[in-house]
């Protein structure tokens, strides 16, 4: 599947004002790609894709989960909104036929990071939360962390998301933790090198 392909097919899958974020997603992916590198077109094509399942119902995902034994099960214990990056990488595959792991992976991990994510992944999470469309608290913190470093863009948003999450008295997802904890640890690493 061409870029092309996948744009009709979101454009299809999705409302007008989530498209509209797809492409500054793809944007912003882009700019990140140019300075910290990184496949772009994998980086292109998992941002054009990334919230293909953003509208499907909470009931066919969680069946979804359900049946698929590579889905984890303790999916179902958090909230429907995290299910769409999970669920939604693995109806790019079935659905449209992508292969490619490298760009599944970065729709599967787009919402709540992971430990240990490569650089494509940590572009299109990146890109997922500072695309200029947002206007959230937060989202200008994490703007300027991401001139710093990819891994300093990151920490903002993960710690940003748990601290929203929090407030609300939302369950956080164990890979948001681990994301979180793998930057600050990465973070004290660096100072212990000097830098
Ligand atoms: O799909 P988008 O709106 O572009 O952005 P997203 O994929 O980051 O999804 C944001 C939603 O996901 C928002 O409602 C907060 C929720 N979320 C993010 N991390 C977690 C989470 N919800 C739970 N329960 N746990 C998390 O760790
Ligand atoms: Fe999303
Ligand atoms: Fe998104």
Redesign the pocket.
């Known amino acids: 599947m061409n870029e092309q392909e996948a744009l009709s097919a979101v454009k299809e899958a999705l409302k007008p004002q989530r498209y509209e ?1 797809t492409l500054r ?1 793809t944007e912003t992916a882009e700019q990140l790609c140019h300075v910290y590198g990184g496949n772009l077109q994998k980086i292109r094509l998992a941002s054009i894709l ?2 293909y399942a ?1 509208y499907r119902s909470a009931s066919e995902m969680r069946n979804t989960v359900k049946e698929e034994a590579d889905l984890p099960d303790q999916l179902l214990d ?2 429907d ?2 299910l ?2 999970f669920v939604g990488a693995f109806y790019v595959k079935k659905e449209l036929g992508i292969a490619d792991k490298d760009v599944l992976q970065m729709i599967a991990s ?3 990071g992971r430990e240990q994510m490569s650089l494509e992944e940590e572009i299109v999470f990146l890109a ?2 500072i695309e200029p469309g947002r206007t959230f608290p937060g989202a200008a913190e994490a703007r300027k962390a991401s001139k710093v470093s990819l891994e300093a863009g990151c920490l903002s948003a993960l710690s940003q ?2 601290t ?2 929090v407030s609300k008295r ?4 164990p ?2 933790f681990a994301a979180y904890n793998y930057y600050i640890m990465k973070r004290k690493d660096d100072f212990f090198n000097g830098k």
């Open positions: 974020h997603v990334h919230d953003k958090f909230g909104e995290l769409h990056s787009h919402t709540t997922d939360y998301t748990i929203f999450l939302i369950s956080v997802y890979d948001t």
